[in-house]
């Protein structure tokens, strides 16, 4: 979690109207929090906040899903989030406060659905890093893979979208075309034009110029690596310069 985000949490004694089960987070660890509610005196939370504190949520209900934290888990989880040694103990309130709530894992996901229902992009880049953490002890278990696609529906992403996202991280029959979004039976122009969209829209720079959260740039540079080599496989295969 940037430092930013623990100043606007904490800054000037000053509350964050968030509410909901994030809402009930941000207050257990920064101690004071409005309410949400219509014409909140403070406006509308910083959508950085509500990224970071989300996605910390849903990686500690993944690990609780899972039932087992690995060291490697936990590595992959300090790239994703990455602070200050100042900041870890907040941090790790946040994720111990998430994992023992009441709260399903559902009420979290639901109510970043609807802050980012106008910014899907930023719902797939929560999925990627909870991927990333995943995956951080070599294989992706059964409860991990049950508790990503519920997290991925209740986005609104269907299958096909959420093996799109997978194959980022995962082998799903060795096809780096499911990757790229793209039939095997396109032309090499289609393969060389679909690659170059995905590079714009997926590329960190552009990330920065929207203003998301750096936890988000981070993601998106793991994205761009991975539509990298899959378009390497497919250009090798096809012999494409």
Request: net charge negative.
């Amino acid at each position: 979690m940037s430092v930013g985000i623990w100043g606007k949490l904490g800054g000037a004694g000053i509350g964050l109207a968030i509410g909901g089960p994030i809402g009930g987070l941000v207050g257990g660890v920064a101690g004071h929090f409005l309410v949400d509610r219509e014409g909140a005196l403070f406006g509308a939370t910083p959508k950085d906040v509500v990224f970071t504190t989300g996605l910390v949520a849903l990686a500690a209900k993944m690990a609780k899903s899972d039932g087992v934290v690995t060291p490697s888990e936990i590595e992959a989880f300090a790239k994703v989030v990455q602070v200050s040694e100042r900041e870890k103990p907040g941090v790790q309130r946040l994720f111990d406060l998430a994992k023992g709530t009441s709260a399903g894992f559902e009420a979290y996901a639901r109510q970043m659905a609807t802050a980012f229902q106008d910014e899907p992009a930023l719902l797939e880049d929560v999925l990627d890093g909870l991927f990333h953490i995943a995956k951080a002890d070599g294989a992706i278990h059964e409860a991990e893979e049950r508790y990503l696609r519920a997290v991925a529906e209740t986005f609104g992403f269907d299958d096909v979208a959420f093996r799109r996202i997978a194959a980022r991280h995962v082998r799903l029959a060795d096809d780096p075309y499911l990757v790229l979004d793209l039939d095997h039976e396109v032309t090499d122009a289609e393969v060389k034009a679909r690659y170059r969209a995905l590079v714009m829209e997926n590329h960190p720079d552009r990330a920065i110029a929207r203003g998301v959260p750096p936890e988000a740039v981070r993601i998106a540079t793991a994205r761009l690596a991975a539509i990298n080599a899959a378009y390497d496989r497919i250009a090798a295969e096809r012999g494409l310069r």
